[in-house]
């Protein structure tokens, strides 16, 4: 599902740096409506060139799950005038690297390349957005790898499963609903027709950002951006997902059963879309309940109850409300319902009590640490400058998030607490393990 990963944020001495670093910031608009970032960065003579295209999974639809990923691996399937596995081979040899991701709302190709290279990965780039190879053979070639990472993350990945049952339970009208990878039946049905006509509208210039970070000026990657990417036509882009998740009006559940050796909880709270202004409260909230451990749930279900051997959590980044998702493993012969209760006990002290003045700012020092070493690498700059153009509808609001994070109190984190994590707003999955023997016999 994806050749790459993500980030976390976090701040200390904000302003001074912030205010410095998004003066830097260099942008222009191709005419074919292509948005450029470009952030100068001479202490080391590399350069990270970061694509985002706005086109994830929230992107299909039923009978075309998973499309936006499968283009992921298309695209290093060659074009016309780099051919098949050409991009890799012509990459390396010129001393660069790449590796790309897809998820609900983006697609994300990243480069990593000396200076020297800098004219080659603008033509490489351009060749595949412009004249990617839709050959038969190699079409249905990718669709078996698909098919394969399918069976492999998801089929027989207990948490794979587990999540995806997780997603597909909590929304019911909304496209987060099916997984990024798609459903199977899709990934095996795809027609020509709908691969070139998902590729035309989301690798359209104007629903892409590029980034780039390193030993360049702005006016050099502007030259190179107006030569190789400026000719390629303007095309219509996605249309707008218009479907609202209706509110929840009661708790869900579900249960996954499926050899394991120990069962898996997973357990979910619809929240706001990331630039809601509450998700700077609900990053110090989830920090303060699973991250590290120190954490409250770490320290309640593994320290001091014993009864589970790991507990966690997450929310992606994303375009519209989405997830905030705990889970976690009951230790051996411990029933889930009593992992779950201890865990909702935990979140009933913050709703009702609140959390510390000492949690808050370890929260703070845990998400700006994070940040800041993110910062350090010309790969970290140019992931949060897209991130942040994306998800929060423009890159100079990074250079605020250190301010954000200043400002939650210990009432912000309590009120989104009892906002989000409440009954009606859950939806619980459970991994039941069965023997191998009956997990492998198929329903009619």
Known sequence: MTRGKFFYLALLFIPAFIFGQAAEIKTYQLQNGMKILVQEDHTIPNIAMYIFYRIGSRNERPGTTGISHYFEHMMFNGAKKYGPKQ???????????????????????????????????????????????????????????????????????????????????????????????????????????????????????????????????????????????????????????????????GERRAFVKKFAQLPILMIAYHVPQTSHPDFYALQVLQTILFDGQSSRLYQRLVDKDQIAIEVGGFTPFALDPTLLILYAQPNQNIETQKVEAALYDEVKKIQSGGVSSREIQKAKNILLAGFYRNMKTISGKADALGTYEVFFGDYRKLFAAGEAYEKITAENVKRVANTYLAEKNRTVVTLIPTPEEEAEQKTP
């Open 87 to 249: 991009l890799d081979v012509v990459m390396e040899a010129a001393g660069g690297s790449n590796n790309a991701y897809t998820n609900k709302d983006v697609t994300v190709y990243q480069d990593w390349f000396p200076r020297t290279a800098m004219e080659l990965i603008f033509d490489l780039e351009a060749d595949r957005i412009e004249h990617l190879n839709f050959d038969p053979k190699m079409i249905e070639s990718e669709r078996g790898v698909v098919a394969s990472e399918r069976r492999t993350t998801v089929e027989a990945n207990n948490f794979g499963i587990l999540n995806e049952q997780l997603w597909a339970t909590a929304f019911v009208a909304h496209p987060y609903q099916w997984p990024v990878v798609g459903w199977m039946a899709d990934i095996q049905s795809w027609t020509m027709e709908e691969l070139k006509a998902h590729f035309r509208m989301g690798y359209s210039p104007q629903n892409a950002t590029v980034v780039v970070v390193g030993d360049v000026t702005g006016e050099e990657i502007h030259s190179l951006a107006k030569k190789y990417l400026e000719k390629i036509p303007a095309r219509e882009t996605p249309p707008p997902v218009r479907t609202k998740e209706p509110e929840q009006l």
